[in-house]
């Protein structure tokens, strides 16, 4: 849940960006490695593979610039710990005094290096159902996995959120998931399954745009009543069921936030191709170790696209637009949470 520091770094960044017109980001997503133990159904990884992974000296030296500035790494993939390394990254981000360490991660190898990840801020896990949905899109035993990857980090005082990624296999078990979160006393994320490459497999997977509402306006609902179970406000439920038809906004990416590929280029995201007027064509690559990270963040094209379902994506997005009204929503959502 957030803490007061939270909101308060939350708050006065969103409003250095917005007034002051800073460039650079709140947040970094660092895609660190695309190994991973698991072939899920619906992740695009396995399509895009990069070969070149940088070294553990590369990784701490971009670190050391992205420390000076940024609030937030989150580190993703692929399976972050599948690179043997991961825990002393962890461990070099936290003694450069970055503010918010975060780990998403199919739970695999969290239990085996626990201590590793006692450093970390936020362990978001991956969950999609009961044991057989979630093994269906995983592969045997996934569930069990995050299931004691997820006791394993609370039990260490880890701050545990899931996610979940709304398909047709699960739109009815979303009060499974948000039991299964709150007997952890832990939030839960919802997103719309995001189908990229169009792949075909991917996109059997989608419900019918008449399921997926009605689910989504019970995810309302169910805010209402579990209120600190749920991590999406009710206007980013709404911006996701609504999407793309709804009210668009502008995106965040490439301002308040952005993303880092595993061989260390950079990218405002990396679901979209940045606007060909912008300083970074889509042929440039910006490779940090080469730029520096100040100097490629600042050359960083902005994202042409209507938005999508990503829950940290919409959240900047609204504060980078409307900062006052998205500040008091966290504010009430913190007070909420204070309160249950």
């Known amino acids: 849940m957030l803490s007061f520091s939270d909101i308060v770094v939350l708050s006065r960044s969103v409003l250095n960006v917005k ?5 650079y980001p709140i947040g970094v997503r660092w895609n660190i490695t695309e190994q991973c133990y698991r072939k899920c159904l619906y992740c695009e990884v396995k399509n895009y593979q990069i070969n070149e992974e940088l070294s553990t000296g590369e990784v701490k030296a ?184 709804g009210k668009q906004f502008s995106c965040a990416a490439g301002k308040l936030f952005c993303v880092i590929r595993p061989n260390g280029i950079l990218e405002s995201c990396d679901h979209i191709i940045p606007l060909s007027n912008s300083f970074a064509s889509e042929k440039q690559e910006l490779n940090i170790l080469k730029l520096g990270f100040n100097k490629a963040v600042s050359m960083l094209g902005r994202p042409f696209c209507k938005g999508c379902g990503c829950e940290g994506a919409i959240k900047l997005s609204r504060m980078m637009n409307s900062p006052f009204s998205s500040i008091s929503d966290i504010w009430q959502e913190f007070y909420i949470l204070t309160k249950s």
């Open 19 to 23: 007034f002051l017109k800073n460039n």
């Open 62 to 245: 971009i670190v050391d610039q992205i420390s000076k500035r940024a609030v937030c790494l989150i580190f993703s993939g692929g399976e972050p710990l599948a690179r043997n390394d991961m825990g002393e990254v962890i461990a070099y981000c936290k003694k450069k005094g970055i503010k918010r360490i975060e780990l998403n991660s199919s739970g695999y190898g969290v239990k085996e290096k626990i201590k590793e990840l006692l450093p970390l801020t936020k362990l978001k896990l991956s969950i999609d159902g009961p044991e057989s949905i979630h093994d269906k899109m995983r592969g045997d035993g996934s569930f069990n996995i995050v299931k004691e990857a997820s006791y394993a980090a609370k039990n260490s005082g880890i701050k545990v959120v899931f996610n979940s990624m709304l398909t047709n296999q699960n739109l009815n078990q979303l009060d499974f998931l948000v039991k299964f979160a709150s007997e952890l006393h832990s939030q839960i994320t919802f997103e719309p399954l995001r189908n990229l490459s169009l792949r075909k497999d991917v996109y059997e997977l989608r419900p019918t745009r008449e399921k997926f509402v009605e689910a989504v306006d019970k995810l309302i609902v169910l805010k209402g009543r579990n209120s600190s179970f749920i991590q999406n406000s009710v206007k980013e439920l709404e911006f996701i069921r609504d999407w793309p038809h």
